[in-house]
C-alpha cells in the first residue's frame, strides 16, 4: 500500500482467514455505487469512507489490536471482497477465504490526522477493487501503544449505517469482548434474496412507481441550472454543526405526530424550492433500507435513491410536514430495485441525466454518533431552539473536481449537515446559506407555538 505519510512505518500485516467464500453477483444498492465507482474513475478517492476507533484503557499492544481486527474481517465478508467484471459486462464479487492486510503506523499528536487526511491519508487513493480488499488499516501509535485505530473502507462496501456499525463492533472487540451478535445476512446473501425473493414480491411496483413520479415533475435538468462559471476545484463540501435544529426538530416531530426524518424533509423542501423559484421540489430520497431484521448487523452498501415530489408552494408548515411524510412513506415503499430496471425507464422516458440532475437529501435522525462526538448533540434542560443558535457552527471541509450531482445533503443524527454541491448551481456562498436557512426554518416553526 503506497500511501505518503511523513516518517511512516509498517506494522506486522493484518493475516485472516474465515470460512465463507464464494462468489456471485452484487445486491441492487451496490451495483448502484459500484456504477457511480465506475462514472467518476479515476475521480472517485473522495468516495472512501474513513472511520477512527479509540483505543480504550491508554492504548494497546499492537498484537491485540490485530486480534480485534481480525475478528472484525472475518466475520463481515464485505471486507475480504474483491469486485470484477465478467464477460457479460456485470460485476461481481469474490470473497476471500484468507489474505493479508497491510497497517500503517504513525506516530506523535497528529497521528490521526495524518492517517485520516483525505488529501494524503489512508483515503488519498481510489481502491483498485478488482486486486486490492476494499478496507485499509492505520495505528496511531504513542510509543508501543495504539491509541486510535484507523480504517478506510471504500463506499461500495460501507454506508452511514454499516460504518456506525464497524464502529461499535471494533470498540467491543478492543474492549475485551469474545463474540458479537451473530451476523445474518452477508452480501451475497442480500444478493441472491432479491433475487429470488425480494424482485418477485416487488413485480413492476418499482419501475411504474419511477414513471408516474417522474412523469409529474418539471424538467429535473431545468430546477438547478447552472447560473455561472462554477469554483475550481468544481465540487465543494461543507460541515453545518447545529444542536438548535435537532432540538426544533425534536418539538416538530412530537408537535405533528411524525417522525423527525419527516421534519427535516420538509424544512430542505422549503428552503430548497424558494432558491429554485417553485411551487414543488423534484428531489431523490436517499433511503438506508435497513428495515428487516435480518440487516441490522449487516456491513454491506444497501443505500438507493427513489425520486420524490416535495409540494412547497404556499402551505403552512404544518401542512408542508404531513404532506412530505405521506410522500416519503410512499416513497419508501420502491426503494429497493435493480439499477437496470431503472435505466431501461430513464432511457424510455429520455431522461438519462435525471439522476445527477436531482438533488439528493438523506436524513439519519438516529444515532448521533455517525457524525463523531456525540456530546455535541446535547444540551441543558429547558433550552429552547433560539437559545442553541449561537453554537451553530460552519466548516468547510474538502473540495474536489468529479462528481454526479447538483447538490447532494446529508443530516446526520439531527445536529449535523453535511453538504456537497456544484458550484456552478449551488455558489460557495449558496451552500452554506442552505444550511443556515434549513436551521432557520426549524426554529422558526419550533418556536411558534402550536403552530397551525
Same mark, same amino acid.
Given at each position: 500500500m503506497s500511501v505518503d505519510l511523513p516518517e511512516q512505518t509498517y506494522s506486522p500485516p493484518l493475516e485472516f482467514s474465515a470460512c465463507r467464500v464464494g462468489s456471485g453477483p452484487l445486491a441492487w444498492a451496490q451495483k448502484g455505487m459500484w456504477n457511480n465507482i465506475r462514472a467518476l474513475a479515476p475521480g472517485d478517492r473522495h468516495l472512501n469512507v474513513t472511520l477512527t476507533v479509540t483505543v480504550p484503557d491508554g492504548g494497546s499492544s499492537?498484537?491485540?489490536? #490485530?486480534? !480485534?481486527? &481480525?475478528?472484525?474481517? $472475518?466475520r463481515h465478508d464485505a471486507l475480504r471482497t474483491t469486485f470484477r467484471t465478467g464477460n457479460d459486462d456485470q460485476p461481481f464479487q469474490t470473497v476471500a477465504g484468507q489474505g493479508t492486510i497491510p497497517v500503517a503506523l504513525a506516530e506523535g499528536p497528529e497521528a490521526v490526522r495524518r492517517l485520516s487526511d483525505a488529501q494524503?491519508? #489512508?483515503? !488519498?487513493? &481510489?481502491?483498485?477493487? $478488482?486486486?486490492?480488499?476494499?478496507?485499509?488499516?492505520?495505528l496511531a501509535m504513542a510509543g508501543d501503544r495504539v491509541q486510535t485505530v484507523v480504517l478506510c473502507l471504500s463506499h461500495l462496501v460501507v454506508d452511514g449505517w454499516a460504518t456506525q456499525l464497524l464502529q461499535e463492533e471494533l470498540a467491543v472487540l478492543l474492549a475485551g469482548a469474545h463474540e458479537l451478535p451473530p451476523v445474518t445476512r452477508q452480501p451475497i446473501d442480500q444478493a441472491r434474496y432479491e433475487r429470488d425473493v425480494l424482485a418477485p414480491r416487488l413485480g413492476d411496483r418499482v419501475p411504474a412507481y419511477w414513471r408516474k413520479v417522474l412523469g409529474a415533475c418539471p424538467p429535473p435538468a431545468d430546477v438547478f441550472a447552472p447560473q455561472g462559471e462554477p469554483a475550481a476545484p468544481r465540487f465543494w463540501h461543507g460541515t453545518y454543526?447545529?444542536?438548535?435544529?435537532?432540538?426544533?426538530?425534536?418539538m416538530l416531530a412530537a408537535r405533528h405526530g411524525v417522525s423527525q426524518t419527516s421534519v427535516f424533509l420538509a424544512a430542505a423542501a422549503r428552503v430548497l424550492a424558494v432558491y429554485a423559484g417553485r411551487d414543488e421540489l423534484p428531489a431523490l430520497l436517499r433511503v438506508s433500507n435497513r428495515f428487516a431484521p435480518?440487516?441490522?448487523?449487516?456491513?454491506?452498501?444497501?443505500?438507493q435513491n427513489i425520486p420524490v415530489l416535495l409540494v412547497n408552494g404556499r402551505a403552512s408548515f404544518p401542512k408542508l410536514v404531513r404532506s412530505t411524510h405521506l410522500a416519503a412513506m410512499r416513497a419508501y415503499q420502491c426503494s429497493q430495485y435493480d439499477p437496470d430496471?431503472?435505466?431501461?425507464?430513464?432511457?424510455?422516458?429520455?431522461?438519462?441525466?435525471?439522476i445527477p440532475d436531482l438533488v439528493t437529501l438523506n436524513v439519519v435522525t438516529h444515532g448521533?454518533?455517525?457524525?463523531?462526538?456525540?456530546?455535541?448533540?446535547?444540551?441543558?434542560?429547558?433550552?429552547?431552539?433560539?437559545?442553541?443558535?449561537?453554537?451553530?457552527?460552519f466548516t468547510w471541509r474538502r473540495t474536489f473536481e468529479n462528481e454526479r450531482i447538483r447538490l447532494f445533503l446529508s443530516v446526520f443524527g439531527g445536529f449535523s449537515y453535511q453538504v456537497i454541491a456544484d458550484t456552478a448551481c449551488f455558489p460557495?456562498?449558496?451552500?452554506?446559506?442552505?444550511?443556515?436557512?434549513?436551521?432557520?426554518?426549524?426554529?422558526?416553526?419550533?418556536?411558534?407555538?402550536?403552530?397551525a
Amino acid at each position: 500500500m503506497s500511501v505518503d505519510l511523513p516518517e511512516q512505518t509498517y506494522s506486522p500485516p493484518l493475516e485472516f482467514s474465515a470460512c465463507r467464500v464464494g462468489s456471485g453477483p452484487l445486491a441492487w444498492a451496490q451495483k448502484g455505487m459500484w456504477n457511480n465507482i465506475r462514472a467518476l474513475a479515476p475521480g472517485d478517492r473522495h468516495l472512501n469512507v474513513t472511520l477512527t476507533v479509540t483505543v480504550p484503557d491508554g492504548g494497546s499492544s499492537v498484537d491485540r489490536v #490485530l486480534t !480485534a481486527l &481480525r475478528t472484525l474481517v $472475518a466475520r463481515h465478508d464485505a471486507l475480504r471482497t474483491t469486485f470484477r467484471t465478467g464477460n457479460d459486462d456485470q460485476p461481481f464479487q469474490t470473497v476471500a477465504g484468507q489474505g493479508t492486510i497491510p497497517v500503517a503506523l504513525a506516530e506523535g499528536p497528529e497521528a490521526v490526522r495524518r492517517l485520516s487526511d483525505a488529501q494524503s491519508g #489512508l483515503g !488519498a487513493r &481510489r481502491f483498485d477493487l $478488482a486486486v486490492e480488499l476494499p478496507l485499509r488499516v492505520g495505528l496511531a501509535m504513542a510509543g508501543d501503544r495504539v491509541q486510535t485505530v484507523v480504517l478506510c473502507l471504500s463506499h461500495l462496501v460501507v454506508d452511514g449505517w454499516a460504518t456506525q456499525l464497524l464502529q461499535e463492533e471494533l470498540a467491543v472487540l478492543l474492549a475485551g469482548a469474545h463474540e458479537l451478535p451473530p451476523v445474518t445476512r452477508q452480501p451475497i446473501d442480500q444478493a441472491r434474496y432479491e433475487r429470488d425473493v425480494l424482485a418477485p414480491r416487488l413485480g413492476d411496483r418499482v419501475p411504474a412507481y419511477w414513471r408516474k413520479v417522474l412523469g409529474a415533475c418539471p424538467p429535473p435538468a431545468d430546477v438547478f441550472a447552472p447560473q455561472g462559471e462554477p469554483a475550481a476545484p468544481r465540487f465543494w463540501h461543507g460541515t453545518y454543526v447545529s444542536k438548535a435544529s435537532l432540538c426544533a426538530a425534536q418539538m416538530l416531530a412530537a408537535r405533528h405526530g411524525v417522525s423527525q426524518t419527516s421534519v427535516f424533509l420538509a424544512a430542505a423542501a422549503r428552503v430548497l424550492a424558494v432558491y429554485a423559484g417553485r411551487d414543488e421540489l423534484p428531489a431523490l430520497l436517499r433511503v438506508s433500507n435497513r428495515f428487516a431484521p435480518e440487516v441490522k448487523r449487516s456491513v454491506l452498501y444497501l443505500c438507493q435513491n427513489i425520486p420524490v415530489l416535495l409540494v412547497n408552494g404556499r402551505a403552512s408548515f404544518p401542512k408542508l410536514v404531513r404532506s412530505t411524510h405521506l410522500a416519503a412513506m410512499r416513497a419508501y415503499q420502491c426503494s429497493q430495485y435493480d439499477p437496470d430496471d431503472i435505466k431501461g425507464v430513464l432511457d424510455d422516458m429520455h431522461q438519462p441525466t435525471v439522476i445527477p440532475d436531482l438533488v439528493t437529501l438523506n436524513v439519519v435522525t438516529h444515532g448521533a454518533a455517525i457524525a463523531g462526538d456525540q456530546s455535541r448533540a446535547e444540551w441543558p434542560d429547558g433550552a429552547r431552539p433560539r437559545d442553541l443558535l449561537q453554537d451553530s457552527s460552519f466548516t468547510w471541509r474538502r473540495t474536489f473536481e468529479n462528481e454526479r450531482i447538483r447538490l447532494f445533503l446529508s443530516v446526520f443524527g439531527g445536529f449535523s449537515y453535511q453538504v456537497i454541491a456544484d458550484t456552478a448551481c449551488f455558489p460557495p456562498e449558496q451552500i452554506e446559506a442552505t444550511a443556515r436557512l434549513i436551521e432557520a426554518t426549524l426554529v422558526e416553526e419550533a418556536e411558534r407555538e402550536g403552530g397551525a
